[in-house]
């Protein structure tokens, strides 16, 4: 009778731990992370007309997704995990095709279509990702967000500045991004991120350098039309989402204090 006891008990109390989400939200902004860096890329390779440089950062992004996805795949439980990580990879497949169609070096020019699917898609696999409410949160979610919220602006610049019609000739308006909306919005993130993280020096050091750089391109981001300097956004937006991953590496070990450089 203990003995049966005992079993419920094991029972009891393993089903809830069973039930609790196995994804979680870190997995999910690296996934996206990395969607809108294939955009960035992408646009970035067409920017610097095929330059092979450009070529390697795209290829280097679409394995990075490939890997976050998986890695959401091998951790999801459950039915309704599940059913997100495969409308998520049926989606990826079109993506990734498009993501390696870019005939800028070949041709001198991209199927249009094949640009609407790079700029369409992510925002389409975004919006599932931010509206699955069921996984687990972290301590640096807030940091995460930071670095999707500059690559998404990054990759709406530079799909604008390789499209002579401002962006207009390729992709939907639905999930346009507005910089005059963006760019504040950001700003109120990253005041909020130094006030969460205010007693801890090294993530204070990483984000203090992320508003330094933030601040040579903010009103880029804002009057584009006045002032296009692609290159410097983009150069920019890698050290800023390089600084803060390091710094999440980081916090997340038992490596102390770091001192952040430049991040190439």
């Known amino acids: 009778m203990p003995k049966r006891f005992l ?8 089903l809830p731990l069973q039930a609790q989400a196995a ?8 996934l996206e992370l990395n969607l809108w860096k294939i955009r960035s890329d992408f646009h ?3 920017v610097m007309a095929g330059n092979q440089t450009y070529e390697v950062d795209l290829n280097g992004a679409i394995s990075a997704a490939d890997s976050a996805l998986s890695d959401l795949a091998q951790n999801a439980s459950g039915e ?3 059913q997100l990580v495969t409308a998520l990879q049926r989606q990826w497949k079109a993506l990734r095709k498009a993501a390696q169609g870019n005939t800028i070096a070949s041709q001198g020019y991209t199927d249009a279509y094949t640009i609407q699917d790079v700029n369409d898609i992510p925002v389409e696999m975004s919006e599932k990702m931010e509206a699955f409410d069921q996984a687990s949160t972290g301590k640096y979610d807030d940091v995460r967000e930071l670095a999707v919220s500059i690559e998404h602006m990054t990759s709406e610049y530079l799909n604008i500045a390789a499209d002579p019609a401002g962006g207009m000739a390729a992709g939907s308006d639905e999930g346009r991004l507005s910089f005059k909306e963006a760019v504040p919005e950001f700003e109120k993130k990253l005041a909020a991120a130094k006030k969460a993280h205010a007693g801890d020096d090294a993530m204070t050091r990483a984000l203090n350098q992320v508003s330094v750089k933030w601040q040579f391109i903010r009103q880029s981001m804002i009057k584009f039309y006045e002032n296009a300097v ?7 937006t890698n050290q800023m989402v390089g600084t803060l991953e390091q710094a999440i590496q980081l916090a997340s070990t038992d490596v102390g204090k770091p001192t952040f450089g430049p991040v190439n």
Do not use: C, V
Request: glycine letters at 4%.
């Open 80 to 82: 309704t995990e599940n």
């Open 23 to 30: 994804i979680s939200q870190a997995q999910l902004k690296d």
């Open 44 to 46: 970035m390779y067409t």
């Open 230 to 236: 692609p290159f410097l956004i983009y150069r920019y």
């Open 7 to 14: 079993g419920s008990l094991l029972t009891f109390l393993i």
